[in-house]
């Protein structure tokens, strides 16, 4: 897969990029991640990216052209209203207006056209499924605004996405797009060493994660429960389940609406209920 992230501060992903899993991923040549500076695309001599809002008000208001090259430099080819993009057959990114070859690319991404998701407060809340949604994709482009906001035709004629990551108000588009990228590429085959880790994480199975413990099997007076030393793997695989089912109950009942449920996960709940208003 290939990640491009279109941003004012390129040098915010040096270490993220070259880090843990995604750093091991990029080595593997697993995943292409790479930031680009707009500002290069601004096509003026100050680089002027951004402008003040028609109608007024405050705050400064970001360009549509400098994003709009900047994407169409690595589509290759000019966005139209309504057209069908293709990637380009190439190993070459863009730096400081420049083609020059991406490193750990691993083949060309055969036309299928990418995702282009802008970061914003208004957007989709980002969830584990539409992060499994993104890792089944080739090719997707982030682009990181700052100031007040987007030019509105950035987000009507160029994006197919527009991502939150929460109800709050940050800096910029920036720590959001790398919580997606992280969450996108521990996905992908081969990035993750055990390959059920992203399959049992929280909200991957739509509940919380059950508790883990390791070695000493008791420590300061607190011991591992029993069940997990016992080697009965259908018991223990119970016991995880009702303990994932238990933590959501308590923390995050919302996700237990529409949730398809056993016989035995709806006894067991019954059971927690009870057990709680005693």
Known sequence: MRMDVLTL????????FQSSILGKAREKGLV???AINFRDYAGNKHGTVDDTPYGGGGGMVLKPDPIF???????GKEVEEDAAWQCPDSDERVEHGQA???EGM???LQGKAPRIILMCPQGETFTQRKAEELAQEEHLIFICGHYEGYDERIREHLVTDELSIGDYVLTGGEIPAMTVIDSVTRLLPGVLGNETSAVTDSFS???LEYPHYTRPVEFRGW????????GHHANIELWRRREALRRTWLRRPDLLEGLELSRD???WLKQLKEEMDQ
């Open 265 to 267: 996960d709806i006894a």
């Open 32 to 34: 292409s991640l790479n």
């Open 69 to 75: 090259r900047a994407v169409e430099d690595l589509l």
């Open 100 to 102: 020059v070859p991406v």
């Open 106 to 108: 691993q083949a060309t």
């Open 205 to 207: 199975t739509g509940l």
């Open 223 to 230: 011991k591992v429960p029993d069940i997990l030393l016992s």
């Open 9 to 16: 501060f390129p040098e915010m992903f040096d270490g993220v």
